[in-house]
């Protein structure tokens, strides 16, 4: 029996990791849509699963444009394989309705990327030296409870809540490097645009 246009999409939600249809369901719940169409809520969103997700997708913005949302997505999040996947199984790719730069990433996806490429491990150290790290006049450390149990999408929430997006980035920045991420440091300093000559106003 050929697969369905649902069958594709719950394949791809369903490779996610927990992690990453957490993150998957917050971009959801802010990505741009066309006219006519609203976000699910983030209620609804926050307990389903790929199952339940993939019918809630089909009942709000029906089989195609379902399929358009959730490749953007899936683009957004740093899931480019599934996301190319899913487009050529679904073959809506071809109907010009999905381009590859149609989502430009905000400084938000670039420091959760960055977060989530850091292992279990690693992610403590972060979250250790986050707490300790001397930060600009005005500024206070996150308190060591609430970092505790931050996954990255919580942290990445977080920091910009206490310290607004560019600050955010020149803080993950310095915490990175102290626990010799460097490359992870750089390439969010070329992405955001926010370089390292920024990084040194918190010290």
Excluded: W
Excluded at 56 to 83: C, D, F, G, P, T
Excluded at 163 to 185: D, G, K, M, P, W
């Amino acid at each position: 029996m050929p697969k369905t246009v649902r069958d594709h999409l719950l394949s791809a939600l369903a490779n996610l990791g927990e992690a990453q249809l957490k993150n998957f369901k917050s971009k959801l719940n802010e990505i741009r849509l066309q006219k006519g169409y609203d976000n699910i809520p983030k209620g609804v969103l926050e307990k389903a699963d790929p199952i339940e997700l993939t019918d809630k997708m089909i009942q709000s913005y029906h089989e195609i444009y379902a399929v358009v949302v959730a490749v953007k997505v899936l683009r957004a999040i740093n899931e480019s394989q599934l996301a190319s996947r899913l487009a050529r199984n679904t073959r809506i790719a071809k109907a010009g309705v999905i381009c590859e730069g149609s989502m430009h990433k905000t400084v938000r996806d670039h420091l959760l990327s960055a977060l989530a490429n850091l292992g279990e491990a690693q992610l403590k150290n972060f979250k250790s030296k986050l707490n300790e790290i001397q930060l600009a006049e005005g500024y206070d450390n996150i308190p060591k409870g609430v970092l505790e149990k931050a996954d990255p999408i919580e942290l990445t929430d977080k920091m910009i809540q206490s310290y607004h997006e560019i600050y955010a980035v020149v803080v993950a920045e310095e915490v990175l490097r102290a626990i010799n991420e460097i490359q992870l440091a750089s390439r969010l300093a070329t992405n955001t645009r926010i370089g390292r000559e920024r990084t040194r106003e918190g010290r």
